[in-house]
């Protein structure tokens, strides 16, 4: 994306052929007017210098708003990542990463920001911002994560039994694993998530009930 970026800030600053082309046919210009994600051309100190509508929706602003707020106004700047890509845009020239902007009503979101700095027309250092709304795509990884967890948590509290029970061919009491003896009930409860209700098969109520 910034490599693209640069081509294109290349061929509308200095090709005789975007030169030749008015304001509203440039290249830049119709990515700028009809683009989804929001773009800025700034100053690498944090002046803006021009916003395009997906970024005024994006902000809840005017263009003029964006203008005059600068980018102390649009972002937290006590997000620790801010000065994280800052300086990296200062070493290499470019940065991409996440940050927390901040719309009109003070409303905190989560972005995904690439940026890249570039000479203009005349020689002065700008950049270019392209910034992506990223707070649906936050919330349906939370709730993945957070259902992930629960599914977890339910298969941590399964109990199952496997392998053979040692079991008493008389009383059919249970041996556990340090040898003890447990009724069949109690220790199907303890080891499994069943539980029991008591009834009289029709076999053991012909013997215990002969006349009924």
């Known amino acids: 994306m910034l490599k693209a970026l640069r081509k294109l800030m290349t061929l509308t600053t ?7 082309l008015s304001n509203d046919e440039t290249p ?25 509508p997906a970024a005024c929706r994006m902000f809840e602003r005017s ?4 203008i005059n707020a600068g980018r102390a106004g649009l972002m937290d700047n006590s997000d620790p990542r801010m000065a994280v890509l800052l300086a990296e ?9 996440e940050l927390t902007a901040r719309r009109k009503n003070g409303t905190l979101f989560p972005v995904e920001m690439s940026s890249v700095i570039f000479l203009d027309a005349e020689g002065h250092s700008r950049t270019c911002l392209i910034i992506r709304d990223i707070g649906e795509r936050k919330t ?3 709730e993945r994560e957070q259902l992930i967890g629960e599914l977890q948590d339910a298969l941590a509290k399964v109990k199952s039994l496997s392998g053979l029970l040692p079991i008493c061919a008389s009383c059919k009491k249970i041996r556990d694993e340090v040898g003890k003896w447990h009724v069949l009930e109690i220790y199907i409860r303890n080891h499994t998530e069943a539980d029991f209700s008591h009834g009289i098969c029709p076999d053991c109520q012909k013997k ?3 006349n009924d």
């Not at 200095?14 to 030749?20: E, K, V």
């Not at 263009?63 to 964006?66: D, F, G, T």
């Open 89 to 97: 845009r200062q070493r290499t020239g470019r940065a991409h990463g």
């Open 140 to 142: 349906a990884e939370h």
């Open 28 to 52: 830049y210009h119709q990515l700028f007017e009809h683009g989804m994600d929001g773009m800025m051309f700034t100053a690498p100190d944090g002046a803006i210098l021009d916003a395009n």
């Open 14 to 20: 200095t090709s005789p052929i975007g030169n030749s």
């Open 63 to 66: 263009r003029e708003e964006i």
């Open 208 to 210: 215990l009930y002969p």
